[in-house]
């Protein structure tokens, strides 16, 4: 277990729908980081928030988006669903030493999002 | 730009032997983190063992262990007496410096046999 949780583990809804990911970090974490695992695209990084703001963003579609809280957990909104939003969405933290290479990253278990 | 390549898209072993997996590297940046997951069919992400570019000695984890090789770029994770709780996807990425998302590759498939 790494501490990351991660809430629903499943989901399922229709194309145009809107949907929310929420991911709770290891206790003393300050980063959450967005990830998304499909079949054709590997693991790809989406957006990581670090103590409330924004700190890097990655290959994120504008239908999507993200927001870390006063409490540090961290939701992330897909909306106008596609088929091709299908995949796994994994929440990982960090304690995000500045400039520490040996910064790991902790994953939860995912939530698998299907779209139909 | 960094890019990270596994050759083996799937590996079959016999249960205690040792395993090998490759991961290659390229990236300009002198200074970068290397990292391997482990990926179960429950889906969640497992971290094995971290590798730093300046780290003197070849980084090892119980019963893992890195054969970092800089010069070639290459990060090969070995597992030994390997277990059948050990089949699992393994995935190989790097963070440069100053780089907050890690870059993934594309994964091996490891089937441990009884």
């Known amino acids: 277990d790494s501490g990351v949780t991660q809430t629903p583990k499943h989901l399922i809804t229709a194309t145009g729908q809107r949907v929310t990911l929420r991911c709770s970090p290891r206790?003393?974490?300050?980063?959450v980081y967005w990830y998304q695992q499909s079949l054709d695209q590997g693991l790809q990084f989406l957006i990581q928030?670090?103590?409330?703001?924004?700190?890097a963003k990655g290959n994120i579609l504008e239908r999507f988006s993200a927001q870390q809280f006063p409490d540090l957990h961290s939701e992330l909104n897909l909306s106008s669903l596609e088929l091709g939003d299908s995949a796994l969405y994994f929440c990982?933290?960090?304690?995000?030493?500045?400039?520490?290479?040996?910064?790991?990253?902790?994953f939860g278990p995912g939530t698998r999002l299907t779209v139909l | 730009a960094q890019k990270i390549t596994q050759t083996q898209p799937g590996m079959f072993v016999q249960e205690k032997e040792a395993v090998t997996l490759d991961c290659t590297y390229d990236?300009?940046?002198?200074?970068?983190?290397l990292f391997w997951y482990k990926q179960p069919s429950s889906g969640e992400m497992i971290f094995l063992i971290y590798?730093?570019?300046?780290?003197?000695q070849n980084a090892t984890e119980g019963r893992y262990s890195l054969n970092f090789q800089k010069a070639r770029k290459s990060a090969n994770l070995v597992i030994s007496a390997s277990q059948l709780g050990d089949s699992a996807m393994y995935f190989c990425?790097?963070?440069?410096?100053?780089?907050?998302?890690?870059?993934f590759g594309q994964g091996t498939r490891l089937t441990i046999n009884p």
């Open positions: 206790s003393g974490d300050l980063s």
């Open positions: 990982a933290s960090s304690t995000n030493i500045a400039g520490a290479l040996t910064d790991t990253q902790y």
């Open positions: 990425a790097m963070r440069r410096q100053g780089a907050q998302k890690l870059v």
């Open positions: 928030y670090y103590n409330g703001e924004e700190r």
């Open positions: 590798q730093g570019s300046y780290d003197q």
């Open positions: 990236t300009s940046d002198p200074s970068y983190g």
